[in-house]
């Protein structure tokens, strides 16, 4: 892990080059003050700090493409950023300082929504909170949701192949594209912007760079589904005694209530406790003190009362079954986005309480409770005095399973880059059949993972790709793929 100390001294410019990125992009859109350029050279975790000759800001594909033309020209790396909300330090130069950064946050146009197809064409510099108004000033929803919706753009969305809280219900974002512009290494324009559900004309090419994080291509433009806009939500907080209990529990509401349920996330006791502890005006959410809770949304285009009595009557034949232990139904919007706030408060509520072991990982839904157990056990068995961060996506089998050990801190360097809570993790993962990145990507956190846990041919058949996508490795190097 890079220590976010004073960065080095930038490596000199191809002769001209910069002079001629100022020509492409004009003076709004050429950084090259250090001060300016703070912000685009460390992630916001602050786990990673670069340098780079300059921040490029576009203002169209034109303008990418031509920054592109000069880059390949003079072998100089680019590193695509978006709103630079990643968790894995994907979108943060090397410390060598002989790229630039390429920020696509001018590039903030909603170019078409059409209501009639459910689609709607976004740049990639469209904050994804903007998408979603967008969608709704339509009569139409776009699902992604996130914590950072706010500040995060699309293209970045599109490139990590975000998560967020609707997935159980609409998918990935690669289940939200139907078609993407991309410039290559080379300054060609992959022009893929069309809003078909069915075209089978060879390779799927848009899915080649979504997930990718810019290591193949930038993306600058999607087409993204809309759909009909929930007229009825309903949000409640469940109380259970086990993950188990909740893995149930999600089985009766899917069988109840279909595909109206869209979010079901797991949080433990640990969790709320940190959050009543950390963030100003929270409080228990329930009257008693329950091992594990999960808040549930669900949402459907027909009427409330409908929604809530098919949810009452699955919940009560969950409390019956012993599933479901206390229960609260938000009232109004104001109850229900305190209870999201209570979800969503927990990496906030987390961060002072000591370095914490971040693992983003997935297994299928049915094989999270023996996953959970197992490597609760395992950690304390090693770690003692271990407490485990665990909440997440439990609908769509997604846990932010964190860990934090006592005497370890964020001060330490030996502690911040030490593997061996990770590695215990991530092999009981392995185990049970998961996938240590479900939602954050790889970026250059998690390159040694990938090499540790993919196999040599799948990462053979991704260097291939690569190579035939950017030859000369220009496309935010050291990234993703492992040394070697």
């Not at 064409?121 to 699902?143: H, I, K, S, Y």
Request: net charge neutral; aromatic share 4%.
């Amino acid at each position: 892990m890079s220590s976010p100390a004073t960065p080095p001294a930038p490596h000199a410019a191809a002769p001209g080059l910069l002079a001629r990125l100022a020509g492409i992009v004009g003076p709004r859109g050429l950084v090259t003050d250090a001060r300016e350029m703070e912000p685009y050279l460390v992630d916001w975790r602050r786990h990673y700090r670069g340098a780079a000759l300059a921040v490029a800001r576009p203002a169209s594909t034109a303008e990418v493409a031509a920054v592109m033309r000069e880059c390949v020209a003079t072998r100089t790396c680019v590193v695509p950023q978006g709103g630079n909300t990643g968790m894995c330090g994907g979108a943060t130069p090397s410390p060598a300082g002989n790229g630039i950064v390429v920020s696509l946050s001018r590039m903030n146009r909603i170019r078409e929504v059409d209501a009639l197809n459910n689609t709607l064409t976004a740049e990639a510099g469209c904050v994804l909170a903007n998408v979603q108004e967008a969608a709704l000033a339509a009569d139409r929803f776009f699902p992604l949701s996130l914590g950072a919706e706010g500040s995060c753009q699309i293209g970045g969305n599109l490139a990590t192949n975000a998560g967020g809280v609707n997935v159980l219900r609409y998918g990935n974002a690669r289940e939200l594209a139907l078609g993407l512009e991309v410039v290559l290494h080379d300054g060609r324009v992959w022009n893929g912007l069309r809003g078909l559900r069915k075209d089978n004309t060879g390779y799927d090419l848009k899915d080649i760079f979504i997930g990718s994080e810019g290591t193949l291509g930038i993306i600058t433009a999607a087409v993204l589904k809309l759909f009909p806009r929930p007229r009825a939500r309903l949000t409640a907080l469940v109380a259970v005694d086990a993950p188990a209990a909740a893995v149930e529990l999600l089985a009766r509401l899917r069988g109840a209530c279909g595909e109206r349920v869209s979010a079901f996330e797991l949080v433990s006791r640990l969790c709320v406790e940190l959050v009543v502890r950390h963030i100003p005006g929270s409080r228990e959410p329930l009257g008693g003190r329950h091992p594990w809770h999960v808040l549930v949304e669900l949402a459907d285009a027909g009427p409330a009362p409908t929604l809530r009595e098919d949810f009452e009557r699955a919940l009560s034949g969950a409390h019956e079954a012993g599933l479901a232990r206390d229960a609260v139904i938000a009232e109004s919007t104001a109850q229900a986005q305190a209870l999201w706030r209570l979800r969503e408060s927990i990496p906030e509520a987390s961060r002072d309480e000591g370095l914490l072991y971040r693992h983003d990982i997935s297994i299928a839904v049915s094989r999270l409770p023996a996953f959970i157990a197992t490597a609760a056990a395992a950690l304390e068995r090693a770690f003692p005095g271990a407490r485990i961060v665990c909440f997440g996506h439990l609908g769509d089998g997604n846990l932010h399973y964190n860990c934090l050990v006592p005497g370890r801190r964020h001060v330490d360097p030996a502690a911040r880059d030490a593997t061996d809570v990770s590695d215990l993790v991530l092999d009981i993962v392995r185990e049970h059949g998961g996938s240590f990145s479900a939602e954050h990507g790889i970026g250059q956190s998690k390159r040694a993972a990938l090499a540790r846990y993919k196999s040599p041919l799948d990462i053979a058949i991704m260097r291939d790709l690569k190579r035939a996508l950017d030859p000369l490795n220009l496309m935010n190097p050291g990234k993703v793929l492992p040394d070697g």
